[in-house]
């Protein structure tokens, strides 16, 4: 098994030394959710949708909320993952745990065409792996695909509701700092159009534990162009809380 690097040594062994179903036990919860990277979202769910605490994991950070939230008349899970692929996959882990297995994650991402707009609908169909979890899932590979069940369904809402979006490669990466020019030349190049830090992960996690995940991106800030441009990307309140009702409905479709 030994390789020249360490994160090429994939290991087949179902089982590890510490599973989250020794530490997670089963409950009663929707198997439907919704990963939403939106806080301000969640926040409105609580005020103004009746979304309630019905379980709390937990780490170093603190307590990360699981909410239930129902919308006509079925319930659906809703949480936050985190940020980064090493969180929001071991979280992922122990949601699945607790009896989840259909996934729509909601977030932004940055952009690697600037023509991209703020705003603007990405769906990816596969994630370049650039971070180190998927490694650890599936054997060394340059990308991983979003489940096609989860596309189907989030390509059916977006087209049922004329949302414009575009299909595309994203790029994975656990450093956001250093996302240089000849990296973004050479992720264009593979055909990825945006750029994020858990796609990957979340990807890798839900076929090694065999659950449906896919994911709604938004166009956020540009990192194509000579210069990084923030754009405002994060105040796009309106477009965040669209975002992830269309996730809801596709998730809800599974």
Same mark, same amino acid.
């Given at each position: 098994?030994?390789?020249?690097?360490?994160?090429?040594?994939?290991?087949?062994?179902?089982?590890?030394?510490?599973?989250?179903?020794?530490?997670?036990?089963?409950?009663?919860?929707?198997?439907?959710?919704?990963?939403?990277?939106?806080?301000?979202?969640?926040?409105?769910?609580?005020?103004?949708?009746?979304?309630?605490?019905?379980?709390?994991?937990?780490?170093?950070?603190?307590?990360?909320?699981?909410?239930?939230?129902?919308?006509?008349?079925?319930?659906?899970?809703?949480?936050?993952?985190?940020?980064?692929?090493?969180?929001?996959?071991?979280?992922?882990?122990?949601?699945?745990?607790?009896?989840?297995?259909?996934?729509?994650?909601?977030?932004?991402?940055?952009?690697?065409?600037?023509?991209?707009? !703020?705003?603007?609908?990405?769906?990816? $169909?596969? &994630? *370049?792996?650039? %971070?180190?979890?998927?490694?650890?899932? @599936?054997?060394?590979?340059?990308?991983?695909?979003?489940?096609?069940?989860?596309?189907?369904?989030?390509?059916?809402?977006?087209?049922?509701?004329?949302?414009?979006? !575009?299909?595309?490669?994203?790029?994975? $990466?656990? &450093? *956001?700092?250093? %996302?240089?020019?000849?990296?973004?030349? @050479?992720?264009?190049?593979?055909?990825?159009?945006?750029?994020?830090?858990?796609?990957?992960?979340?990807?890798?996690?839900?076929?090694?534990?065999?659950?449906?995940?896919?994911?709604?991106?938004?166009?956020?800030?540009?990192?194509?162009?000579?210069?990084?441009?923030?754009?405002?990307?994060?105040?796009?309140?309106?477009?965040?809380?669209?975002?992830?009702?269309?996730?809801?409905?596709?998730?809800?479709?599974?």
């Amino acid at each position: 098994m030994k390789q020249e690097y360490p994160i090429l040594e994939f290991d087949r062994t179902p089982e590890a030394m510490l599973e989250p179903s020794r530490l997670i036990r089963p409950m009663d919860i929707s198997p439907h959710a919704v990963v939403c990277f939106f806080q301000d979202v969640i926040t409105t769910l609580i005020h103004k949708h009746q979304a309630r605490v019905i379980h709390n994991l937990s780490s170093e950070i603190g307590a990360h909320p699981i909410y239930e939230v129902e919308i006509e008349q079925r319930k659906l899970t809703v949480f936050h993952p985190g940020i980064g692929a090493p969180l929001s996959a071991a979280l992922l882990e122990e949601v699945i745990a607790l009896g989840c297995n259909k996934f729509i994650a909601c977030g932004g991402a940055g952009v690697l065409d600037s023509s991209l707009a !703020v705003g603007h609908v990405v769906v990816p $169909t596969a &994630a *370049i792996r650039d %971070e180190g979890v998927s490694y650890h899932y @599936l054997p060394p590979g340059r990308e991983v695909l979003a489940h096609p069940e989860g596309v189907q369904a989030i390509e059916a809402v977006l087209q049922k509701h004329h949302c414009a979006y !575009v299909l595309g490669k994203t790029w994975t $990466t656990d &450093a *956001i700092y250093r %996302e240089t020019p000849q990296k973004v030349q @050479l992720r264009r190049q593979e055909g990825c159009i945006t750029v994020e830090m858990e796609a990957a992960a979340f990807f890798a996690v839900s076929q090694f534990r065999n659950v449906q995940f896919a994911q709604l991106l938004y166009g956020g800030d540009d990192v194509g162009s000579e210069q990084w441009d923030g754009r405002d990307w994060t105040r796009q309140t309106s477009v965040r809380e669209k975002l992830f009702w269309l996730a809801a409905e596709a998730c809800l479709a599974l």
